[in-house]
T-cell receptor
Framework: SQTIHQWPATLVQPVGSPLSLECTVE??????LYWYRQAAGRGLQLLFY??????ISSEVPQNLSASRPQDRQFILSSKKLLLSDSGFYLC????????????FGPGTRLTVT | QKEVEQNSGPLSVPEGAIASLNCTYS??????FFWYRQYSGKSPELIMF????GDKEDGRFTAQLNKASQYVSLLIRDSQPSDSATYLC?????????????FGSGTRLSIRP
């Protein structure tokens, strides 16, 4: 069965510091991968998605970036965090092709101070 | 108009009763519809998906889709306290391999003993 991991689970970072969040998927090949952010009491905002290694599409222009160095690895980064970057960051995967269901990892709760 | 609209709640239902959650969407080209359950502080969990008009049943859960009226609903029979959570409605056009999903802001459901 498929498993999705995210780390770290929680993170407290000062404004202006860099960020690196990692997501890995097990038990499937060539998944579609997604990064979402959920601000407190808000809905899910799609940040990036990827259909393959090195293929990244950005949904919201901001100071975040994403990379997919391996088939089942997805990384979210920032060079300088802003207070507004605080939130619950969720990685999700779906099967390639006609598999539209997305499955979420446990998430990373980021607080920027 | 939001792309996916849900009543934020809270919706309070007595234990053992039927909980009815509703969602409307604006894009007539939508093809895939999902219900996620999210407990406080946790990531969303996919509980139902439906692609065709009509009803789809899975245990105590029934998803209902009416494309002509652009609404999708989730019924939870024999509601249990463990059903208390926020329920996210999500919609996808499913027209690309990345199959982006648009989420509603969620309805908070509270099952009272």
């Amino acid at each position: 069965s498929q498993t999705i991991h995210q780390w770290p689970a929680t993170l407290v970072q000062p404004v202006g510091s860099p960020l690196s969040l990692e997501c890995t998927v097990e038990g499937t090949s060539n998944p579609n991968l997604y990064w979402y952010r959920q601000a407190a009491g808000r809905g899910l905002q799609l940040l990036f998605y990827s259909v393959g290694i090195g293929q990244i599409s950005s949904e919201v222009p901001q100071n975040l970036s994403a990379s997919r160095p391996q088939d089942r690895q997805f990384i979210l980064s920032s060079k300088k965090l802003l207070l507004s970057d605080s939130g619950f960051y969720l990685c999700a995967w779906s099967g390639a092709g006609r598999s539209y269901e997305q499955y979420f990892g446990p998430g990373t709760r980021l607080t920027v101070t | 108009q939001k792309e996916v609209e849900q009543n934020s709640g809270p919706l309070s239902v007595p234990e053992g009763a039927i909980a009815s959650l509703n969602c409307t969407y604006s894009d007539r080209g939508s093809q895939s519809f999902f219900w996620y359950r999210q407990y406080s502080g946790k990531s969303p969990e996919l509980i139902m998906f439906i692609y065709s008009n009509g009803d789809k049943e899975d245990g105590r859960f029934t998803a209902q889709l009416n494309k002509a009226s652009q609404y999708v609903s989730l019924l939870i029979r024999d509601s249990q306290p463990s059903d208390s959570a926020t329920y996210l409605c999500a919609v996808s056009r499913g027209w690309s391999s990345a199959s982006k999903i648009i989420f509603g802001s969620g309805t908070r459901l509270s099952i009272r003993p």
